[in-house]
């Protein structure tokens, strides 16, 4: 995938953070092809259309990593590793009631799952306010109730229009009313940590008791580490579900927040993802830069 011509390796490159995904799913998806090659910094300023130089940038501001680091990061190898180094950790973690290193991020996202009875409304009576908006992950379509973020899905080959419908599909009796100002704080809190208050974030999801049991797992893995879908299956005591469990996490609609981006395949393969393999990369190599 190429970023165009507009991409001057000349001029400084944009500090938009759309502008700098599409580099990073550019980069991604260059590497991922040539992954034998093992293609040199030089060769990688060339498919995307920048300078060494503002490439470094590129990625010093995007990860806070150098484009080398961010290379290792997306080998298979490093993935292997990191399913071993964590495995023992969240296990630990997890068989505490989570007083581990994930407790922060589980303290934070709390899930409230809807009523039979309310799952048979459809979400009459209910009011979902919508906004799109920039992410570190190119632009995604959020949407709020006053009990919680009940829809967030990045935008793939779909337009805003289509994941609009898509959301009202989700709750067809709820009344949609566009609210940029006031979702843009709820994405505040969602992806900027400094603008979060002393207050969860909550999720309000409909889904399948399954489904759920699997969500709340998701949210006990911590950024920057990494489990398998059999992990997750021995986690809720459903050892031999390990394809359910993958199709609970497929049906996934909060992005980001419950972190499917953060399972793997047992043999380090990424397994997947609804918003595209090279954007789950994307979310991995970033959270590994944020801890770094």
Known sequence: MSIGSSANSGKPISRDPLNDYQ???AAIEYLRANAKQQPSLAELSQAIHLSEYHLQRLFARWAGISPKRFIQLLTLEHAKSQLARSADLLTASYEAGLSGPGRLHDLFVTIEAVTPGEFKARGE???????LHPTPFGECLIGTTKRGVCFLEFLTHESAASLLSKLQQRWPAAVLRAD???TALTMQAIFNSSKRSANSLHLFLQGTNFQIQVWRALLRIPPG????YADVAQWIDRPKAG???GSAIGANPIAWLIPCHRVLRSDGQLGGYHWGETRKQACLAWEAGQKA
């Open 23 to 25: 580099r990073i799913e």
């Open 125 to 131: 009576s209910l009011e979902i306010r919508y906004g």
């Open 180 to 182: 940029q100002a006031g």
């Open 225 to 228: 580490h990494v489990c398998s």
């Open 243 to 245: 394809r359910a469990v």
